[in-house]
């Protein structure tokens, strides 16, 4: 009987084996295959952000803020941080005249908008910061 036992288990531990072997090449299969999908739409993708980059936004390219940057020049085309950008459009500026004529204290009202953010943007522009900013940056400190 206990031979009888071990002709049994030992062919099913070789079914076991050709099941687990098979098993695992079909893994790899589908790994591999996985990978090569995963490897092309990152390509892909990333073709897609440099074409998207290359036309910038409403097929201009970006600008850097410059004081010399006249008052119609879309904020879309300024070269800002994506933060800021989002924050100013959001509140429904649209040129660069709008940003300067907004005084520190309106542009601090502004969701995503520090004082700090909003020196920067002055300097960029070319124009005076107030003292509402000066005086949040040194309170921060």
Known sequence: MSDQKKSSSGSSQAERKAFRDL???????EHDRTQ???????ERLRSERLA???AGPAGG??????PQLPDDTPIELLRL????????????LKTVGEIRE?????????????????AHLRASLG?????VVRQAESSDT
């Not at 098993?23 to 299969?29: F, K, L, Q, S, V």
């Not at 542009?107 to 908008?113: D, E, S, W």
């Open 52 to 54: 998207r980059e290359a």
């Open 36 to 42: 090569t999908a995963y490897h092309d739409n990152r």
């Open 127 to 131: 124009v005076v910061s107030v003292r």
């Open 23 to 29: 098993d695992a090449r079909e893994a790899m299969a």
């Open 102 to 118: 907004k005084s520190d204290e309106q542009l601090l009202t502004i969701r995503g908008l520090g004082s700090g953010s909003i």
């Open 81 to 92: 941080a994506a933060r800021m950008r989002e924050a100013l459009c959001a509140e429904g």
């Open 61 to 66: 390219k970006l600008v850097m803020p410059t």
